[in-house]
């Protein structure tokens, strides 16, 4: 059974660099940093980096949304840190607007603004 989304991961090139970009877009380091592995625990999510990117083809390899309170402007503000846009934010029925962006290392980052989701207890 499936309890909701727990860990995406991105391969990527570059960890030192992918570290920073990513602590600066969080607003927050790292809780596991290891030259193999940088894990964030992004409101009970994990966000994993992992430098063993060899033989992977970045960019189409995987797609996550992020839920935020607004998808316009955290696709502007990831815009403005570096990355480039993929999927410019849409409306796709209700209230839920979902973009996405290609984050300087080559990975889709995708953003979703749904009020209506809900964190269920699983416990």
């Known amino acids: 059974m499936f309890q909701g989304l727990r860990t995406a991961i991105f391969k990527v090139s570059d960890l030192e660099k992918a570290k920073a970009w990513y602590s600066d877009v969080l607003g ?6 290891e030259p193999f ?5 992004v ?7 992992d430098p ?8 189409d390899n995987l ?7 607004n ?3 955290t696709f502007n503000e990831l815009i403005e840190k570096g990355a480039t846009a993929h999927e410019e934010p849409k409306n796709v029925g209700g209230a839920i607007v979902v973009g996405s962006v290609f984050d300087p290392f080559g ?8 009020p209506e989701f809900k964190i269920e207890n699983t416990e």
């Open 28 to 33: 927050f380091a790292p809780y596991f940093d």
């Open 37 to 41: 592995y940088v894990g964030f625990s």
């Open 43 to 49: 409101g009970g999510f994990e966000l994993g980096l």
């Open 52 to 59: 063993d990117a060899e033989g992977v083809k970045t960019g």
């Open 63 to 69: 797609l996550v949304y992020w839920g935020v309170e």
């Open 71 to 73: 998808a316009q402007e």
């Open 107 to 114: 990975n889709i980052f995708g953003v979703i603004e749904n």
